[in-house]
């Protein structure tokens, strides 16, 4: 006949019991929240471009302009924003919803470029930043490139940007009265000479 051994268990006080369930709930709540963290990205890269910026649009600090334009102030910026008119100083990095970059520049070597002559909705963003500013921006595909492809740039995708305003300034513009009356032969005029003093 074999012996066995009890080991005498102490009982488990109400106080105890609670923190045990209350130790359990937190994994549970954690593990929730995690799952949630790891499938949420994933989950709005299958969205399609109207669903993305809807959820995007409900993120803390990200605005919406009447156009359909997404932006977030990372960095504010101070004094006036420029215009289709003006030519800006900018770094930026675009890449597409998936985190894969599509185009950038130097970091340190901002580039310059007519506003009016980007695509409608990187324009818009620059001329919502003053000097200094820096911007996240969504780009819907009606204020991007739209049904085509661009290059690395699948038809139908949301741009994503992070832009610096490094410098603004109008771009001057050709005067008439310093041009000369055509030609007789129709041909246009030559501007006239400018004085050297």
Do not use: C
């Amino acid at each position: 006949m074999s012996e066995v051994t009890a080991v005498p268990l102490r009982p488990v006080n109400k106080a105890g019991l609670a923190a045990l369930f209350t130790s359990i709930g937190v994994l549970i709540v954690v593990g929730i929240g995690s799952a949630y963290a790891t499938t949420k990205a994933p989950v709005m890269l299958a969205m399609p471009p109207a669903e993305f910026l809807a959820a995007n649009a409900k993120r803390s600090g990200v605005k919406t302009t009447a156009s359909g334009l997404e932006y977030q102030v990372l960095t504010a910026g101070d004094g006036p924003t420029p215009t289709l008119a003006d030519a800006a100083l900018v770094e930026y990095k675009g890449s597409l919803t998936s985190g894969q970059v599509f185009d950038a520049s130097k970091p340190g070597q901002p580039v310059p470029m007519q506003i009016g002559q980007v695509v409608p909705g990187f324009a818009e963003a620059l001329t919502l930043m003053p000097k200094g500013a820096k911007y996240r921006v969504w780009i819907p595909p009606q204020l991007g490139y739209g049904e085509r492809e661009a290059g690395p740039i699948p038809a139908n995708s949301v741009l994503v940007f992070d832009i610096t305003m490094h410098e603004f300034a109008a771009v001057p513009q050709p005067n008439a009265e310093m041009m000369s009356a055509p030609h007789a032969d129709g041909t246009p005029g030559t501007p006239p000479p400018t004085t050297i003093q």
